[in-house]
Nanobody, 125 residues
């Protein structure tokens, strides 16, 4: 079992930066791949970024590549999403998720067994 709690969301102007954190509890965090997804009003939840259990592999949606960076600290049971050069279209609720198949960096929601409650990110123009 893995419990996930996101933090770090807020209101920022376009071009600004935010760093999201996702704190995990449970013994299995270091064996899980982790992902970030986002959901804007009226839209489906979409993949943003993923990182393998060791941190050695990462994968990004094209829309955030070069602007967002996913990382993890297994000693702190925490995964991060550094978001730079934010755009109004990045506005969404951001969710972190855990995939028990820790070797992969999946873009598919169905591969993630555990989800946090989400944190709101709003980017003003």
């Amino acid at each position: 079992q893995v419990q996930l709690v996101e933090s770090g969301g807020g209101l920022v102007q376009a071009g600004g930066s935010l760093r999201l954190s996702c704190a995990a509890s449970g013994r299995t965090f270091s064996s899980c791949a982790m992902g970030w997804f986002r959901q804007a009003p009226g839209n489906e939840r979409q993949f943003v970024a993923a990182i393998s259990r060791s941190g050695g592999n990462t994968y990004y949606a094209d829309s955030v590549k070069g602007r967002f960076t996913i990382s993890r600290d297994n000693a702190k049971n925490t995964v991060y999403l550094q978001m730079n050069s934010l755009k109004p279209e990045d506005t969404a609720v951001y969710y972190c998720a855990a995939d028990l198949a820790g070797w992969r960096t999946s873009t598919l929601r169905r591969n993630y067994e555990y989800w946090g409650q989400g944190t709101q990110v709003t980017v003003s123009s």
